[in-house]
């Protein structure tokens, strides 16, 4: 953006809206413009202040920051990062937000100083170039995704920013035999915790934070833990292995090092789906995983919140397919259901 991105700071704690102001002062790119201590001030700042992003704390007084953000979303959609306590319980809300809208979420710092917050000022950047539709609004449905014919192939999935409302739509449209699936998605273990126990109330499929050894079955969903990379290890019956070895492409967990395992692991009897995110985590391993002869799909640039992953991997030609949220899960099974072979 030519201009600074003007940013909305709402917390009812001072100290908490003078760390976060702190932190965002600190970026040339981003301008506060205000603050508000409770949706009622937000609701009046937002109209005379104009944001470009709000960062909005998940439990407040008056109206809590659930409520608040349902109402903006469908009276006056805009960025938001929704800034939560690394509960379990403000996981929770932070996922439901996700799921209502929100584009991102970060955990507040469990002790003082602003280190916890080192991710802020990229994830208000991130939202500020991110497409919000209305609460209720959605691009037109695809094919109902149908039944899925076991081949042995693996389902590989990797997202980002706005990830979390994308793999709800992805993974409640599979069926209760669904290809054994691994995911990736950019979160702090906590958080990655609570979408795992969301994914699995709301799916047919099992749906579990990843386990080292563990293997994959049909009809089950392995989730990344937070802090740690997933990857594949080869065998007869694939499995799930988690290292602690530093960030990959940036990231820990990283979408690089899952699907560049699934090559190896794999190689033509698997499906790569590279959802929403900002950044090219999981374009080279997306590339990998097409030239061992898995099948690739890719998020198309209308249906994402953040068109940056997704656009990295079709760039360096790792996409066989870019396609509407509502129709990827379709065509991930129909890939899956296809004999390598066949395809």
């Known amino acids: 953006m030519s201009r600074p991105i003007k940013v909305l700071v709402v917390d009812d704690s001072a100290t908490m809206r ?42 407040m007084p008056n109206m809590n920051g659930l409520e608040f953000l349902e109402r903006l979303m469908r009276l006056r959609p805009i960025p938001v990062i929704m800034v939560s306590t690394l509960t379990q319980r403000g996981a929770d809300i932070s996922i439901a937000a996700l799921e209502l809208g929100a584009v991102d979420c970060i955990g507040k710092p469990v002790a003082g100083g602003g280190e916890g917050f080192r991710e802020l000022a990229a994830k208000v950047k991130a939202a500020a170039m991110a497409r919000i539709q209305p609460s209720g609004a959605s691009p037109s449905t695809g094919p ?44 702090p273990l906590t958080f990655t915790t609570s979408l ?77 789906v590279i959802l929403t995110g900002m950044g090219k985590d999981g374009a080279a391993g997306l590339l990998a995983m097409r030239q061992a002869g ?8 209308d249906t994402c919140v953040v068109y940056g992953m997704p656009r990295a991997a079709f760039e360096v030609g790792a996409v066989e397919r870019q396609l509407a949220l509502p129709r990827i899960a379709a065509a991930t099974l129909a890939a899956a259901s296809v004999s390598p072979g066949a395809r």
Not at 20 to 26: S, V, Y
Not at 151 to 172: D, Q
């Open 144 to 187: 109902a995704a149908g039944e899925y014919k076991p081949s042995g192939s693996v389902v590989a999935i990797g997202a980002s920013t706005g990830g979390v409302e994308a793999l709800i739509k992805v993974i409640t449209s599979f069926p209760a035999n669904c290809p054994p699936t691994v995911i990736t998605q950019h979160m």
């Open 196 to 272: 795992a126990a969301r994914l699995d109330r709301l799916s047919a499929p099992t749906v579990r934070i990843a386990e080292e050894g563990a293997e994959l079955t049909v009809g089950h969903v392995w989730l990344a833990p937070g802090d740690r990379h997933l990857r594949l290890m080869s065998g007869r019956v694939p499995r799930c292995t988690l290292g602690d070895d530093g960030p990959v492409s940036g990231h820990k967990p990283s979408v690089d090092a899952l699907f560049s395992s699934v090559a190896t692991a794999c190689g033509p009897r698997a499906v790569g």
């Open 18 to 59: 003078a760390l976060i102001i702190d932190t965002l002062r600190a970026d040339p790119d981003l301008l506060v413009v205000g603050q508000a201590a409770d949706p009622i001030e937000a609701r009046t700042a937002i109209k005379d202040l104009n944001p470009d992003v709000v960062t909005l704390d998940v439990e």
């Open 294 to 301: 898995a099948a690739t799909l890719g998020q198309d640039q």
